[in-house]
């Protein structure tokens, strides 16, 4: 019961630790520039200044020179900036001010601001038309490595297996100097061809497919079906939760992928989710507010993905794997 109640705790812990980033960016989503430039970092967006009111309109105020009864202050307008300068005002009338106030326009200004609408249409593009390709070939490699007996099978298997290990910038060079050749550089192509097939998801769905008992495919065989009729009808129906997985994995691949677009693209237009954040970090790094509002936009649909498909990436685990 100790130990049991002690694995929990550890487990608690760990993915306390996990999701504290994710908390403090949306928290930071969510203050308001000035505050963050005043060194707020907490998890609650709070602010926290004076204020002035000078019988017309409620100023926030920086003090510059506190005297004995009057204090000479900035007037700040509502993104910060200084509306009026060195405003003498009665110390007796500043009010400190501190509240917990959600800036929701941070979202809506992120868009405003930079093509974010422009860099998801880009990437659920590549994403889905990658996926789609994944999905085919990884089928028909699978069930040829797993079901179909031809010489040299497994040695074919290992040598996809082994270029797993390969990383990716070993073969950047010349994979580039291979797409300008062809003229893809700067066009979908480079984005989506070079991804239409992934080792991983050929050894994901492989192992599944190892675990369908034989007699289904004989019986299939007896009442006449192909080997194409057979995979399409009887092996991937029983497949769902190996190919929602596989899904997954393909997806936040396209979605998390940086390097490659940023050598194969240049053109705004063609830029994905990641490599305009990356540009959008390096002009502007001084809107943390906006540039943690656009990295919590584009971690969303991920959330949402995975929310949904947990149950099967659960069950394509337990399965895969197993012998016959």
């Given at each position: 019961?100790?130990?049991?109640a002690f694995i929990y705790f550890f487990l608690?812990l760990c993915g306390i630790a996990m999701v ?305």
């Amino acid at each position: 019961m100790i130990n049991g109640a002690f694995i929990y705790f550890f487990l608690v812990l760990c993915g306390i630790a996990m999701v504290a980033p994710f908390i403090w960016m949306l928290a930071t989503a969510m203050k308001s520039q000035l505050e963050v430039n005043r060194g707020s970092t907490g998890f609650i967006p709070i602010e926290q200044y004076l204020s002035f009111y000078d019988g017309e309109k409620t100023w926030r105020v920086h003090p510059v020179l506190v005297k004995e009864e009057t204090t000479v202050v900035n007037l700040l307008d509502e993104y910060g900036k200084i509306a009026q300068s060195y405003v003498e005002v009665q110390t007796a009338d500043l009010v400190q001010i501190k509240k917990v106030k959600f800036h929701w326009r941070n979202f809506q200004k992120v868009f405003e601001t930079l093509p974010l609408a422009r860099y998801f249409i880009n990437t659920f593009v590549v994403a889905l038309l990658t996926l789609f390709g994944v999905l085919v070939t990884s089928a028909l490699s699978a069930y040829a490595f797993a079901r179909m007996r031809f010489k040299g099978r497994d040695i074919v298997f290992y040598f996809f297996i082994s270029m797993m290990m390969v990383p990716e910038p070993i073969y950047l060079v010349p994979s580039y100097v291979l797409l300008n050749y062809i003229g893809w550089i700067n066009t979908y192509q480079a984005l989506i061809v070079p991804w239409l097939a992934n080792i991983f998801t050929i050894f994901l769905m492989r192992q599944h497919f190892k675990t369908i008992p034989q007699e289904l495919l004989d019986s299939a065989a007896i009442d006449g079906c192909s080997q194409l009729k057979t995979l399409f009808k009887i092996i991937l129906p029983l497949s769902k939760p190996v190919i929602a997985t596989a899904s997954v994995f393909s997806i936040i691949g396209s979605w998390n992928s940086f390097m490659w677009p940023l050598i194969m693209t240049n053109d705004p237009e063609y830029r994905v989710l990641q490599v305009g954040l990356s540009y959008f970090a390096q002009e502007t790094s001084s809107q943390t507010t906006l540039l943690m509002a656009a990295s919590a936009c584009s971690i969303l649909p991920l959330i949402v993905i995975f929310l949904f498909a947990q149950k099967n990436i659960m069950a394509s685990y337990t399965t895969t794997g197993m012998k016959e």
